[in-house]
């Protein structure tokens, strides 16, 4: 059974904070994906990556950035928190093109 | 760009009727159209999906129909119950392998 994991069910930050979410999943898959989430809007894909070292803009990186140094392990680091990052931060991983694992996701409130 | 929309936002349905959630896309390379449901608190899960190369595919209760010459798929439950009650996310492959997903829409069934 796929296990995607995110460090923080909750999160409250001040602006201008630096910001660590992490994710990890324990399926081996290569391709992992980091999402926000807001009422009306969707999924949005802020960054993703194929392998270990790379990563690939989504539709919204502004303001984010990630890092992954181990083939199970997904970070976004948000460098300044603002208020407009207030959100819920979804985290996901895939084998191939197909199907994709979400984990339960982090509520950042940043005040 | 690539897009999904989906429609409507909200939808509220007796129990036992049925209720179809539609979704058109932008991108003609689109190959593979999974939907999510996520219910209060939870992560997104996969429910059914559906590949370029057939029309329609059923599991139980749930159903989707894709129409690739007009770049739209639907989401159709029939006999609705309770434990339907969440939001759907349709999504549509997009490209180097990332998912678009549309914006969202909560059904409710009402006892």
């Known amino acids: 059974d796929v296990k995607v994991t995110q460090s923080s069910r909750y999160l409250v930050k001040r602006t201008g904070e630096k910001v660590f979410l992490e994710c990890v999943q324990d399926?081996?898959?290569?391709?992992m994906f980091w999402y926000r989430q807001d009422p009306g809007l969707g999924l949005r894909l802020i960054y993703f990556?194929?392998?270990?070292?790379?990563?690939e803009k989504g539709d919204i990186p502004e303001g984010y950035s990630v890092s992954r140094e181990k083939k199970e392990r997904f970070s976004l680091i948000l460098e300044s928190a603002s208020t407009n990052q207030t959100s819920m931060y979804l985290c996901?991983?895939?084998?191939?093109?197909?199907?994709?694992?979400f984990g339960p996701g982090t509520r950042l409130t940043v005040t | 760009g690539e897009n999904v929309e989906q429609h409507p936002s909200t939808l509220s349905v007796q129990e036992g009727d049925s209720a179809v959630i539609k979704c058109t896309y932008s991108?003609?390379?689109?190959?593979?159209f999974p939907w999510y449901k996520q219910e209060l608190g939870k992560r997104p899960q996969l429910i059914i999906d559906?590949?370029?190369?057939?029309g329609e595919k059923k599991d139980q209760r749930i159903a989707v129909t894709l129409n690739k010459t007009a770049k739209h798929f639907s989401l159709h439950i029939t006999e609705t119950q309770p434990e339907d009650s969440a939001v759907y996310f349709c999504?549509?492959?997009?490209?180097?392998?990332?998912?678009?997903f549309g914006q969202g829409t909560e059904l409710s069934v009402k006892p």
């Open positions: 991108d003609s390379a689109s190959n593979y």
């Open positions: 999504a549509a492959s997009g490209s180097g392998g990332k998912l678009i």
């Open positions: 996901a991983s895939s084998r191939d093109a197909y199907e994709q694992y």
């Open positions: 559906i590949r370029s190369n057939v």
């Open positions: 990556s194929y392998d270990v070292k790379m990563k």
């Open positions: 399926m081996d898959h290569e391709n």
